[in-house]
């Protein structure tokens, strides 16, 4: 098992080549791939559309006009902005991520679309730069399989969520047991890190968040795509 300082420069040595390059870890389309709607797509810049994806967390966590929204892994932005067209400049919405090159990708993103409810903070979504219980809604899509330490980050979620509040994560999952791989390069191409689908909910469950379900499943075979939702009682 990798430390999770290696990890952690693998991640972001990847996903900071991604964010200077503008090139997609998946290949031209993804982002259709991954189930966002051509309307919802419409209008986005375009270096916001990535194909960093595996789920459209914002399309499933019915985001109302005020609220706060917090991303983790915030990328190139594209789940932000359309959080930010569903809260309206009544609301807001802040992402968090660890790679600066991701980070001036996402503002620039922000500037293009227009939105200036939106803030991109740098941070771990294992020890988030959130003030406690301020948060209504929690996405996040396709990173909490590359964190090293995730009970931490759902921790971080149930600290971060006003009661009431809820998460809805899309992320990669195992669905055979993992193989306890110690290449830091298969964490950061979303594999290595996956857990399995019933080890995620349970780590869900054990930080404290209530009514865990599965919204959605997508792929087939040893790692499928999985978008959860759960609330803070
Ligand atoms: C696969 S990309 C997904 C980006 C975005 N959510 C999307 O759907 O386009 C993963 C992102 O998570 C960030 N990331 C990975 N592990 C992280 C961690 N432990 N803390 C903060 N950010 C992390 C990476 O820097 C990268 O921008």
Redesign the pocket.
């Known amino acids: 098992m990798p430390t999770d300082d290696t990890i ?1 420069t693998a ?2 040595t990847r ?2 080549g991604l ?1 200077l390059s503008g090139q997609s ?1 998946c290949g031209p389309g993804s982002a259709g791939g ?1 189930g966002y709607a051509p309307e919802d797509l419409a209008g986005l810049p375009e270096e916001a559309v ?5 789920g459209t967390p914002v399309a499933l966590a019915g985001i109302t006009e005020g609220e706060t929204v917090l ?6 932005g ?2 932000v902005l359309l959080a930010a067209r569903r809260t309206g400049p009544s609301g807001r919405v802040i992402g ?4 600066a090159e ?1 980070l001036q990708r996402a503002e620039a993103n922000a500037v293009r679309a227009g939105i200036d409810h939106a803030e991109f903070r740098l ?4 020890d988030l730069p959130v003030e406690s219980a301020t948060v209504d809604v929690v996405i ?4 909490v399989n ?3 330490d995730k009970p931490a ?1 759902f921790a971080e979620v149930a600290r971060v969520l006003r009661p009431g509040g809820r998460l809805v994560v899309s992320d990669i999952v195992r669905t055979v047991p993992g193989t306890g791989s110690t290449d830091p390069d298969g964490w950061a191409s ?1 594999v290595d890190g996956a857990l399995h689908a019933d080890d995620y909910l349970a780590a869900i469950a054990a930080a404290g968040l209530g009514g865990v379900e599965v919204l959605r499943r997508d792929g087939e075979g040893s790692h499928v795509s999985i978008t959860v939702r759960a609330v803070k009682p």
């Open positions: 952690r991640v972001r996903y900071a964010a870890c991954a990535m194909g960093l994806g595996c991303d983790l892994g915030s990328g190139g594209i789940d968090v991520d660890m790679t991701m941070g771990l979504i294992e996040s899509n396709c990173v590359l964190s090293p980050v979303c």
